[in-house]
């Protein structure tokens, strides 16, 4: 962890703690964490910018963050926000994806080859949806988990129906598992966790058009 910000560090270190220490919401089961994997520099998993429209956002995101259990985990962010840069999967463009879902969303890499923890895995970082944004069904290689920190979201996996997700949940994808999500009236402050090692563009969009948005 050459070069980077202590505190950053040290956040990270936490948030993975707290997912060790939750039981997944859907199985029950405990998390096993991996081992951190070393990887090499590259930027090209993610399109960068200090501009994206859901970003104005990102302070009501902050505030629902330290309002509940995780309010040590929310105040973090806040205050390592300057060290993250915003982004999106350079795969997801108006060709595949609505543009309401590419205005409503972006991510901040914590560990990963294009964020200031580099790792190959695992992979980590917020992802931020704005209010009325649905994340459409989508799979990837990697298992992942999600830790919630904002209330009001809800959750999809595979052909199930949309199930609320509160504060402080933690939620398991097994590979290749269909998973969607989407918010209504607040924004969606979430931390998402890769435990392999895999490449963001890889993400497969479902061909299920009904989890867009029903």
């Known amino acids: 962890m050459h070069n980077v910000n202590p505190e950053l560090a040290e956040l990270n270190q936490l948030i993975w703690r707290t997912i060790a220490a939750r039981r997944d919401i859907v199985s029950g089961r405990q998390v096993q964490v991996p081992s951190t994997i070393a990887g090499e520099r590259q930027d090209c998993e993610s399109r960068f910018s200090d501009s994206f429209t859901v970003l104005d956002h990102l302070q009501r995101a902050l505030s629902l963050a330290s309002e509940n259990e995780l309010a040590e985990i929310g105040a973090g962010f806040a205050r390592v926000m300057t060290e993250l840069r915003w982004s999106q999967n350079p795969n997801y463009t ?15 890499g914590f560990s990963g080859p294009d964020a200031p923890i580099l790792c190959a895995a695992p992979l980590g970082g917020l992802v931020l949806l704005g209010p009325d944004v649905v994340y459409p069904s989508h799979h990837h ?3 992942e988990v999600y830790l919630v920190l904002t209330p009001g979201s809800q959750w999809c996996l595979d052909e199930g129906g949309w199930f609320d997700v509160a504060p402080g949940s933690l939620i398991f994808h097994h590979s290749w598992q269909m998973h969607a999500m989407r918010t209504r009236d607040e924004p969606l402050l979430a931390f998402a966790g890769w435990l392999d090692v895999g490449d963001r563009r890889a993400i497969g969009w479902s061909e299920y058009n009904h989890r867009s948005g029903e």
């Open 141 to 143: 290689q990697p298992k």
């Open 94 to 108: 108006t060709d595949n994806s609505s543009q309401s879902f590419l205005d409503g969303y972006a991510y901040a």
